[in-house]
């Protein structure tokens, strides 16, 4: 009997239509176009605007084309997992609200929180529903509205996040195809040079919290650049050797889009060319758990059934990993 695998049956992104640009930022803060060009890579970002919105309106735009384009009804999704850093709220989970949103009356749900590793954490705990044969049909969400946690004083850390959402479905297949290795690792001690203090049981939500802005991301910015450089290169490499794959077998790297220089330094550690690279980050910034599946978007029609695909992630905890698969259509046809 053949083995059973999860694969990738359908991809859908989106975001916000509001762009905020570094020419918008440096009338926010004192930065300009070239200082977070070269920094980072990004020149623009998307932000969810409107009163009450959230990471969950993100996810269900993500998932209503998701089930148009892969003709599939809302009603026959088993499973819902959102990966996101901003949940609509500390309860219920935002994949229940989502699911709610999208009438998927029959699936169960529940969030992933891994900070940017989490859509990666989120695929490979979907593709052991799959492999046990439990579930059919599930569908993995990347969702974060970043901008509502974003301090637009703060210049090391507004000029790098924007809002965005992605969102797979994975269903089962015996060709060989889809979900081949993973591999995932975290590092609680990294928790001081990445974080957001307030709102937690730690630091519960005061008055005193809120002046302080402890609401806001705070990151260290070089012991996380060193840590990520380091982990995403790493572990990429670990599982090209493991799978026994050389740069010439990967047909695209997909890197979490944190910073572009990180980006540069994972590829080469692979050894894989620019053109072998998905790299949005210049139009949407760092959408946390929105980057890989928007790239997996964006660059759908250019996949190919069986193409390689390396995934890679870091963030926050620190979390990171990496997954191995093999693309299961032909996406320009």
Known sequence: MSKITAVITGIQGYVPDYILTNKE??????????????????????ILKGEGTASSDLGTKA?????????????????????????????????????DKVGAINAFAYDIMAACSGFLFSVATASKF?????????????????????????????????DGAGAILLEPSKE????????????????????MKGGGSQ?????????????YIFQDGQPVFKAAVKSMADVSEEIMERNKLTADDVAWLVPHQANKRIIDATARRMGVGDDKVMLNIQKYGNTTNGT??????????????????????????????????????????
């Open 25 to 46: 930022l440096e009338t926010l803060v004192d930065t300009n176009d070239e200082w977070i060009t070269s920094r980072t890579g990004v020149k623009e970002r998307r």
């Open 63 to 99: 998932i209503v084309g998701l089930l148009k384009k892969t003709n599939t009804s809302a009603e026959e999704i088993d499973l819902i997992i959102c990966a996101t850093a901003t949940p609509d709220m500390l309860f219920p989970s935002t994949a229940c609200i989502i699911a």
């Open 130 to 162: 799959i492999e046990t044969g439990s579930y059919k049909k599930i569908i993995v969400v990347g969702a974060d509205k970043m901008s509502s946690i974003v301090d637009y004083t703060d210049r090391s850390t507004c000029i790098i996040f924007g």
């Open 176 to 195: 060989g195809l889809g979900i081949q290795d993973s591999i995932l690792r975290s590092d609680g001690s990294g928790r001081e040079f990445l974080h």
């Open 203 to 215: 630091k519960p939500s005061t008055h005193e919290t809120v002046d302080n802005k402890d609401h």
């Open 292 to 333: 890989i599946p928007l790239c997996l978007w964006e660059w759908e029609n250019q996949l190919n059934k069986g193409d390689n695909i390396i995934l890679a992630a870091f963030g926050g905890g620190f979390t990171w990993g990496s997954i191995y698969l093999k693309w299961a259509y032909d996406s320009n046809n």
